[in-house]
């Protein structure tokens, strides 16, 4: 028997067990749990805002409005009272920001250190995709992120891993999950387990080939929610999609992908990640024109560093930053808010109104006509469930979590690897040249394609001196199965050494790109020393390190220090090779479901034609 519930249905399930309460309190019959005085507050429903005090009890809002409403029919001989109140006069009330798709692996920090991080941000919900752990460690990882969010000071929505693999066949990860096992997990009832993460293999699902079909089937029977992801789609193809259940899309690459998306019906997660440049947003917001009103657009972040949030914020970023590209201040804090929950099938949340969930922040507010003036800075104030977790700007004491076993396991189940297995020698028989096939790079885009070039041979191996443009990628299971796989990389902003990663999405295998074999061999055994990370040895054998041990994909660390450590890493890349880091490039160059080739633990994989190809074409003479 099914047991999945869906969250929308347990939050409409508690707030009817409130409501005799709720009411008692709005009648002044009984204390609510806090009153928040003299605020200026948004409606997300008209987009004004006027002076009122907002009322909670049960984590829900009782009222939203003055004590003394002129005219009002049935006035109530008590008035509201609350156990306690805070005093926000000259503040700005706007509901909770939530962030309809993210990785926290992705953050580089485990759950309950982000959570602390996102609350100053004014980030209340994040609806998590925890793929990057699952495909390192099964279902051990999924209970870790479930257990390590449990006393957030934020609210923490796991979605579960539609592609474990990413692409079976193509690629080896640490976990392998069938429609079977994903129908286990919802069937948990787990609360905080909250439907299908991004369906990202979708030319499977279009297709409707067996297991794809069978996992959005899974979902489809239990009315979970289903998270999309889909490239360039148009037309019978895209429809196709949304036929097969696919409700949300993060993956426009320009204004003609979000205005498709947007006729298709689907949800668009407008998305500012640590790898978009400011002539993306630029293109993405203008796509927006497309719809009629922003009720089907929704503010995500994907992927983005814990440096990046801590200097430039998280979904207040991205409301700041639609609103400095033409979208109207009230709109843009409805897409971080109202519209993704109402996308992801939840009525009572993302609004300061009656009956809706007590998430709200507190900002600053401007001078007559600048009510939206501090949209993108930290909030004074966070309420997440009716209860303060900011105040003054700080962080309110909560319940402490001590460490997880989980947390001090090596995950890198990789044997050192000496300078030979970094050397690409020539197939039997060769010339003194061979030829061999390039993925052409080109950042800060996410589409690559194939080129090809000839190499000499040189002391029993392939050899690129002279060729500047060019640079070894290398990507290596590191879940035991022995398997590595060996591409050549053209354009790839590298003058020097090596890098090497096992964030590497989303199997999460030790990726290293570079020119030669010593520094690849350093940096890989590093990794493999500290559980994961990322490091880069320079030409002169100079290494440094962004330890990652919690599958490694994350650190327990303070966040300044791991952002610190982020901070190292770049410029240590930046000034040996005279331009920044592309950390998170090299982490997708191994996802093999993002056109048209990417690296694997197996080999170069065509995404389109969805098999594996040679590096080598032919020899030359």
Not at 568 to 583: I, M, Q, W
Not at 594 to 615: E, F
């Amino acid at each position: 028997m099914n047991s999945f519930v869906p969250f929308g249905k347990r939050l409409e399930e508690r707030l009817n067990r409130a409501r005799p309460k709720l009411l008692r309190c709005l009648r002044g019959q009984e204390d609510c749990d806090y009153h928040i005085k003299g605020a200026a507050v948004f409606n997300s429903f008209t987009g004004t805002v006027k002076p009122a005090g907002i009322w909670l009890a049960e984590g829900f809002i009782v009222y939203a409005g003055e004590q003394e409403t002129p005219g009002e029919q049935v006035p109530f001989p008590s008035p509201m009272r609350a156990q306690q109140t805070c005093d926000a006069a000259g503040f700005l009330a706007l509901p909770g920001f939530a962030d309809a798709h993210m990785h926290i692996e992705s953050t580089m920090l485990i759950p309950r250190q982000l959570g602390r991080v996102l609350a100053l941000t004014g980030t209340t919900t994040i609806i998590t995709d925890p793929h990057e752990i699952v495909n390192v460690a099964g279902e051990e990882g999924l209970r870790y992120m479930l257990d390590s969010s449990e006393d957030s000071p934020i609210r923490q929505i796991n979605l579960i891993p539609s592609c474990v693999p990413a692409a079976p066949g193509l690629e080896h990860s640490g976990a392998d999950w069938t429609a079977r096992k994903i129908a286990e997990i919802l069937d948990w009832g787990h609360p905080r387990i909250g439907g299908l993460a991004e369906a990202m293999n979708y030319l499977d699902i279009i297709n409707s080939r067996e297991r794809m079909a069978a996992i959005m089937e899974a979902a489809l029977q239990r009315g979970a929610f289903i998270q999309g992801h889909c490239f360039g789609l148009r037309g019978r193809s895209l429809s196709a999609y949304v036929l097969a259940g696919g409700q949300s899309n993060h993956e426009s690459l320009n204004s003609d992908d979000v205005a498709a998306a947007i006729e298709a019906g689907l949800q668009v997660d407008i998305r500012l990640t640590s790898s978009l440049v400011a002539d993306q947003v630029q293109d993405l917001a203008a796509g927006l024109a497309a719809g009629r009103g922003y009720a089907g657009i929704s503010a995500c972040t994907d992927d983005v560093h814990i440096r990046d949030i801590l200097r430039g914020g998280h979904i207040n970023r991205t409301v700041r930053n639609l609103a400095d590209n033409g979208i109207p201040p009230q709109d843009a804090v409805n897409i971080a808010s109202l519209n993704v929950w109402r996308s992801f099938g939840v009525q009572h949340a993302g609004a300061l109104a009656a009956g809706y969930l007590g998430d709200i922040q507190l900002l600053p507010l401007g001078p007559a006509g600048g009510a939206y003036q501090a949209l993108g800075t930290r909030p004074a104030g966070v309420f997440v469930d009716g209860k303060p977790v900011v105040w003054e700007g700080k962080l309110v004491p909560g319940p402490g979590t001590s460490g997880f076993a989980f947390e001090k396991r090596n995950t890198v189940n990789l044997p050192p690897q000496p300078e030979e297995a970094f050397r690409v020698k020539p197939p039997p028989s060769s010339a003194e040249a061979v030829n061999l096939r390039t993925i052409q790079y080109s950042a800060p885009g996410v589409i690559n394609t194939a080129g090809e070039t000839s190499l000499p041979v040189k002391d029993g191996a392939l050899s690129l001196e002279d060729r500047p443009d060019l640079a070894w990628i290398k990507v290596l299971n590191r879940h035991g199965r022995g398997t590595a796989g060996t591409g050549l990389l053209q354009g790839y902003p590298l003058a020097e050494g090596a890098i090497a990663s096992t964030i590497s999405h989303d199997s999460h295998n030790m990726t290293v790109v570079y020119r030669d074999a010593a520094p690849a061999s350093q940096a890989v055994n590093a990794l493999i020393e500290c559980g994961g990370g990322i490091a880069y040895v320079d030409g002169k054998g100079a290494l440094t390190l962004l330890p990652l041990p919690v599958g490694g994909l994350m650190s327990a660390d303070d966040p300044e220090q791991v952002a610190e450590q982020v901070e190292s890493v770049e410029g240590a890349y930046r000034a040996a090779n005279k331009t920044d880091a592309p950390l998170l490039n090299i982490a997708i160059m191994a996802l093999p479901v993002i056109p048209a080739l990417r690296m694997s633990d197996l080999g170069i994989v065509d995404i389109l034609a969805q098999k594996i190809i040679p590096l080598f074409l032919s020899s030359g003479r």
